[in-house]
């Protein structure tokens, strides 16, 4: 389950391939931007429908200095369909420009950061707030009002603000 | 020009008549909530295929304490195929709920609040904050994503307090 | 019911008042050509979204002079919102430029082609082939696939002959 | 060019491999009934929001035993992304169900059908008449009015007769 996560510390991203990008993302390194993690598979019809769509509207309308938008290429089934080779193919195709990784293959079909964050399937978006904590995490189809608005809150806060108020950044 | 108006207390609401309420909608008295008003006309297809069924959108989502969504007939061409006994019907077979007023006729063509806004056209989207201040104002199409998130941006102000800060409440 | 009259000679169109034509458009004028019917009202949103614009896509698609769309305005509800002056205007704002009856009205609800036809409800769509006679009739949506291939069915078919035969022409 | 085989005998498929097919599918087992033709990608993305989508609703609409409809993946770029073990996968993610052939890779990029038939690109929708005669050839979107109509005059023709009449069958 997600539910025990919200508000937590979003989990490092377990990726063994990054597309579109120089090198490996990580999260720790986007502090002070939203992130928004679109999880998805390249054969899931309600990815290529409706997720990931929305990911690329997400991208064109916030600036990118506020958020940024990540792919996660979290294949659970059909395994041997939709190798990177095949997904390089498929994010040229479909012009999509955000940087994606692969998560990386599990010992079971689930890979590791599918795993580790308790994803019920693709499509799922995930929304980490300026500090890092995730904050949302939706299956399935959800409304551009909806996204639009849990994007707009995280952005309303300040970075080092959380809910419980404004701590004195600790010095080492 | 609406632009004018941005940022400054949203000039009142000159409607003849009112459809879906019980007496007269006043914005003074929806302090404290982010009003959004659509501007359309019935025989507008723009309105017809987007601004209504998004207006709608925004009612099904959000809280009816947090945000009011309210119509706003105003019909500035072809008035005699507009009245409001036509009005009444569209509405009823378009399941429209939320409070509709009548835009006062004017001297020309142009309904009295839609001149005292400077609207360009309909359909119109105005958003008011909870302090009774005219934020923003769409005219003709504008993204779900964008709506969403400014209509968060607006709920994520306390009401009483500015951009220039929270002043105490003036007494009598 | 409608059904009785599959296959039959249309019965005449009983219309007060004619838009976008030159005087009135009688049935018997339009032998050679498949007739395509829409039955509408300019208030009921399922005209609007799906009716009306497959008609306009039916009249864009096939030449004139093979197939002749004419709209029917079939008011049988809201009367006193839908008259001849919101219409006209309806007609304009929507671009519709095919020939529009109004449907004489009855002594009760309904109008008088609407009960002659046994409609449904709005929108129907009806077929007529080239010899005049009615053949097929669908309430509410129907795709552009079925009417495609319907309306093509009855272009193959010759003026003059029916289902059974070629007859040679009446002469006087 | 496909323009040159209009009206001519459709050359036979050269197909690696089926799916969805108990062996071979041939051209000349399917006379009397019309064939359409689904030349696709399973990474075009044109192909999966329009041109399959449109295929499925034809199967879904004709009767089978008068429509016949094939898909043929004819992989023209990005070969390795798109093998058959993908393919098998999008088919059944995507639920089609229609017989499907793989287009024989050819010495250049181009796979042998789509060479013989000279396509323009994917996708590419192919009708076949009930004498085995290609028809029409579309690239890229084509509306379902256009080919609803298509389909219904090629079935309005008898199997046997041709645009020169009806001939006696030729006997051994």
């Known amino acids: 389950m ?3 996560l919200i508000g937590q510390p979003a989990p490092a991203l377990d990726v063994s391939r990054w597309f579109n990008a120089d090198g490996p993302v990580l999260l ?30 997400i991208q064109a309308h916030f600036p990118a200095m506020s958020v940024q938008v990540l792919g996660l290429h979290t294949v659970f089934e ?8 095949s997904l390089e193919a498929f994010l040229h195709e479909y012009r999509i420009t955000f940087p994606v990784g692969v998560d990386t ?3 079971g079909d689930l890979p590791k950061t599918m795993e580790t964050y308790g994803l019920r399937g693709t499509p799922s978006l995930l929304l980490i707030d300026r500090n890092g904590h995730l904050r949302a995490a939706h299956f399935g189809q ?3 009002l909806q996204i639009g608005a849990e994007i707009a809150m ?13 701590p ?3 010095t080492g």
């Open 105 to 107: 293959a599990g010992t």
């Open 168 to 170: 004195v950044p600790a």
């Open 78 to 85: 059909h395994h041997a369909a939709m190798l990177p080779v």
């Open 2 to 4: 997600t539910a025990r």
């Open 28 to 57: 720790e390194n986007l502090r002070g931007q939203v992130v928004v993690i679109e999880a998805f598979q390249m054969l899931c019809p309600g990815c290529v429908a409706h997720g990931l769509p929305q990911a690329q509207r």
């Open 154 to 166: 995280l952005l309303s806060e300040l970075a080092g603000c959380t809910e419980d108020g404004c």
């Open 142 to 144: 959800v409304s551009d």
